[in-house]
């Protein structure tokens, strides 16, 4: 059974997980309102596996016979100075979203809640993977620049994001 302090932990990083859905969402809606269909095709599947991360952890509350609670979800970001600068907010959430998944896992450990431990393991390892690849665009980003051929260049490389 999930202690009452894991669950209202547990229901605040679902927030967390469906607040970073929507906020991939409004910058999927962002790139495409830019033309820029690549980009849009990347935040879209982060969108998407945001709120697979938001199921796991609704089904792990369930599971442990505790009581999913949603909260309210903000509205996002609605414009973004430059596709840079949005690939800057993804490793700006993504780094707070670390923190709050480290938070939450000293409190199973201080809880000596271990299949808690364990679900969070793998969280834990996919931030490594969100942060990594956020900054490796963002640094590509930099680099080539935003103008013309290097940017239409980003955008089918992440285009090709969930085709193999
Ligand atoms: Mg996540």
């Not at 932990?9 to 690549?38: C, K, R, V, W």
Request: glycine share 4%; charged share 25%.
């Amino acid at each position: 059974m999930l202690s009452k302090t894991l669950q209202k932990a547990f229901n605040d990083q679902i927030n967390h997980e469906l607040t970073s859905s929507y906020l991939y969402l409004s910058m999927a809606a962002f790139a495409e309102s830019q033309n820029l269909p690549g980009f849009a095709n990347w935040l879209k599947i982060q969108t998407k596996e945001e709120s697979c991360h938001a199921m796991k952890l609704y089904k792990f509350v369930n599971e442990r016979g505790g009581r999913v609670e949603l909260q309210k979800i903000e509205q996002p970001p609605f414009e973004f100075k430059s596709p840079t600068a949005l690939f800057e907010e993804v490793l700006k959430h993504e780094r707070k979203i670390t923190a709050l998944i480290n938070k939450l896992y000293e409190s199973a450990l201080k809880e000596k809640d271990y299949p808690a431990q364990v679900l969070l393991h793998e969280f834990i390892a996919e931030q490594v993977e969100e942060e990594a690849s956020a900054s490796a665009i963002l640094e590509t980003l930099k680099m080539a620049g935003e103008k013309g051929h290097a940017l239409i260049m980003m955008d089918r490389q992440l285009a090709r994001r969930g085709q193999n």
